[in-house]
């Protein structure tokens, strides 16, 4: 069975820290998908970024970066320079590839203080 | 390019009545799946739906139902609603084929109370 654990239930910074939110996740599959979700307090998930298990580089958007560590099994997302508006709940997500079907985490909310 | 979108916004039906949620997937997705979100808690996978048949499903009880129409829009049906089924409804959509086909957008939700 998949599971997705997002041990840190909530996180509070100050503006302009940087933040990184740890997954940890368990699969047998060899090829595999990771997923991490923005939740804002207006309820729609907004999808941020899929990693491939067989891809070698880490990701970087903007202040956004993913560290993918499979030795570890884990899929970490910082956020450099905390904004106001990036509070919100992050969920990690992995897929069931053969129904298609995501399996999510509990999330962290994330308060950004001004 | 038009999002998922959902409706109703809000719900409160009483335990035992049935209620039917409905959702529009974006333009160029024919997949769709639902999800329930309990207060605080993560999305749990219902069901799928791929050219109007189930593609997959979770741990959820026959009274949790669906179906996909020609244009690709879903409906979710919960029959004899009790209590617990109060929760944010999420529906998913995402494109049929290829890496990038594993990736879902959702729509805003549909929060149903029971009472």
């Known amino acids: 069975a998949q599971k997705v654990t997002q041990a840190q239930t909530e996180i509070s910074v100050v503006e302009k820290e940087d933040v990184t939110l740890d997954c940890v996740y368990e699969t047998r599959d060899t090829t595999y998908y990771l997923f991490w979700y923005k939740q804002p307090p207006s309820g729609e998930l907004v999808f941020l970024i899929r990693?491939?298990?067989?891809?070698?580089q880490n990701e970087i958007s903007g202040r956004y970066s993913w560290n993918f560590q499979k030795s570890t099994s884990s899929f970490n997302f910082t956020i450099t320079a905390s904004q106001v508006v990036d509070s919100a709940v992050y969920f990690c997500?992995?897929?069931?590839?053969?129904?298609?079907?995501?399996?999510f985490g509990s999330g962290t909310r994330l308060q950004v203080q001004p | 390019e038009t999002g998922v979108t959902q409706s109703p916004t809000h719900l409160i039906k009483t335990r035992g009545q049935q209620v039917t949620l409905r959702c529009s997937s974006q333009?160029?997705?024919?997949?769709v799946s639902w999800y329930q979100q309990a207060l605080g808690q993560g999305p749990q996978f219902i069901f799928q739906y791929y050219r109007e048949e189930e593609n997959g499903r979770g741990n959820f009880p026959p009274r949790f139902s669906g179906l996909q129409f020609p244009n690709y829009s879903s409906e979710l049906n919960v029959n004899a609603l009790e209590l617990d089924d109060s929760a944010l409804y999420l529906c998913?959509?995402?494109?049929?084929?290829?890496?990038?086909?594993?990736?879902?957008?959702f729509g805003p939700g549909t929060r149903l109370t029971v009472t």
């Open positions: 997500a992995l897929l069931d590839t053969g129904r298609r079907a995501l399996t």
């Open positions: 998913a959509s995402s494109s049929g084929g290829g890496v990038s086909s594993y990736e879902q957008y």
């Open positions: 333009s160029g997705h024919n997949t």
């Open positions: 990693r491939n298990s067989f891809d070698e």
